[in-house]
């Protein structure tokens, strides 16, 4: 993967593809992406068989990039294809079974005290009205924007949902979080502080790190995946 000197946005699919065989998929044989600072922990992770792994302290989500994959945790059997998602919150064990399936990791290293449970990310979920970008951020008209939180940690830090907005153009400001994000409709262009450009569509996984300096440009509706760390 090119990655740019400054913060910028990271193309987990390609990310995905990093990832290499072996017997701890999610443990020491998981591709590990590099990020600049913060409590966050990306992994890829390529599964062919079946096996078992132990979640950390803190919450992880995860997300198919690639393939269908069967996670078992907590007596629930989740079976997700690509771009569907669950959150593992606490330390706990897991079962899961793929042929070749691609997994990407979001792990919150800074959660304690979290109870095992698992939450499954319904797309389809209901939204309510949420904030939109700064007014003097905007190039254009405002948008009308929605969101559904559906996994929150304890600390409020750490949040996985799913959100919805009409076009906009919002200039450059600097992302106090990490966020990763799949499309489920739509697309968006960034250009981060050095001029690179990247546009993501529908199906896409990507992500923006902390720190980064990316203006955002939507022409059409956009639906997304996220899940976010946010330093209160």
């Known amino acids: 993967m090119n990655r740019t000197t400054c913060p910028s946005f ?3 699919d390609a990310f995905a ?10 443990g ?9 600072g913060g409590p966050v922990e990306m992994h890829a992770c390529l599964l062919a068989g079946s096996g078992s792994a ?16 069967t ?19 606490g330390p706990q064990a897991f079962d899961w079974a793929a042929e070749n399936a691609r997994v990407v990791t979001m792990r919150y290293t800074g959660g304690a005290g979290e109870a095992a449970g698992v939450t499954a990310i319904d797309p389809t979920t209901q939204r309510v009205p949420s904030g939109a970008p700064l007014a003097e951020l905007l190039i254009g008209p405002t948008p009308q924007c929605h969101n ?9 830090e750490f949040m996985v949902g799913v959100w919805d907005s009409t076009p906009y153009h ?41 720190n980064a300096q990316c203006s955002w440009e939507s022409r059409e509706d956009v639906t997304k995946i996220f899940a976010i760390y946010r330093p209160k």
């Open 170 to 210: 919002r200039r450059a400001m600097p992302y106090r979080h990490f966020e990763l994000m799949y499309l489920l409709d739509g697309s968006v262009t960034f250009i981060d502080e050095e001029g690179r450009e990247g546009t993501f569509r529908k199906g896409d996984l990507f992500m923006v790190e902390q």
């Open 10 to 12: 990271i193309d987990l």
């Open 54 to 69: 132990q979640t950390q302290t803190g919450d992880t989500m995860l997300i198919v990039a690639e393939g269908v994959a």
């Open 148 to 156: 559904h939180t559906q996994f929150l940690s304890t600390d409020g």
């Open 17 to 26: 593809q990093t990832a290499t065989p072996g017997a701890d998929p999610f």
């Open 28 to 36: 020491a044989d998981a591709a590990l992406l590099p990020l600049r």
């Open 71 to 89: 996670i078992t945790a907590a007596g629930q059997t989740h079976t997700l294809a690509k771009g569907e998602s669950l959150v593992l919150s």
